[in-house]
């Protein structure tokens, strides 16, 4: 059963089932989400920037730093700090011998491992904290890379019989599809004492035909609007608005 025809037997259902009860009435209704972290202790929030790389189309730390600033602004209680990103890239590879410093272009997740103590190092995070009077950091890496895949679309067709008939039958085809990867992942430092808080990690995709021209960085938005709710979410209690049928 095709989604569009579940929608449609769901919808013919709902008016037999109202046809048969009368009357009835729609109500909206809000269902709360609690927050994965307590950031009661916290005033504000830095959001210090992100190691990112995968495609030069898009400036993954840019990007990400000014989207979750912009959603905390309007979605959380937390003061939002504006200040310049951290040169993360640099400050990793402070003090350490040229082949074993992490790579300056980041390809893949092989890449990003090399800056796992970049988070650990409580030092440089509670010296950051201090700077900017102990906020809640929220730091990470984001990783966006172009993908394709050849994959099996289905399609309806319309086809004729000997007699002139007309049927819509579906039809699959195999097709190359490209598109995107987005892997980001969200480090929560405590600014007090440097140590990191809670750190959690999502991982979306998206497909389009081949001969479909996206922008690298439309597809960038439209794969963090579906991790921004989660982000949201780790930090402040978020309500999911939507409606039910009050049958009378």
């Not at 082949?99 to 893949?108: G, R």
């Not at 008939?165 to 892997?183: A, N, W």
Request: with cysteine; aromatic share 8%; net charge neutral.
């Amino acid at each position: 059963m095709t989604a569009r025809l579940a929608k449609i037997l769901s919808s013919l259902a709902a008016v037999a089932v109202t046809s048969a009860c009368g009357s009835y009435s729609e109500i909206s209704i809000e269902t709360p989400i609690r927050a994965t972290m307590d950031v009661s202790a916290f005033q504000r929030v830095f959001v210090a920037g992100f190691i990112s790389g995968g495609t030069e189309d898009v400036d993954g730390n840019l990007e990400t730093t000014r989207l979750l600033r912009s959603q905390l602004r309007t979605k959380s209680s937390l003061r939002v700090i504006d200040a310049d990103s951290l040169p993360l890239q640099d400050v990793a590879a402070e003090g350490r011998e040229s082949e074993q410093a992490p790579p300056a272009a980041v390809k893949d997740e092989k890449d990003l491992d090399a800056y796992a103590n970049l988070f650990a190092n409580v030092e440089y995070w509670k010296k950051i904290g201090e700077e900017y009077q102990q906020p809640l950091i929220v730091t990470g890496t984001v990783l966006f890379t172009p993908h394709q895949r050849n994959s099996i679309v289905q399609r309806e067709e319309e086809v004729y019989d000997s007699f002139g008939r007309r049927r819509v039958v579906p039809v699959r085809t195999y097709q190359e599809r490209k598109g995107f990867i987005l892997s980001p992942k969200f480090i929560f430092i405590d600014g007090r004492t440097g140590t990191v808080m809670h750190s959690t990690t999502a991982r979306e995709e998206i497909l389009y035909n081949a001969n479909q021209a996206t922008p690298a960085l439309s597809s960038y938005f439209e794969l963090m609007d579906r991790v921004i709710p989660s982000f949201l979410s780790t930090l402040s209690s978020q309500k999911i608005k939507g409606t039910r049928i009050l049958l009378q």
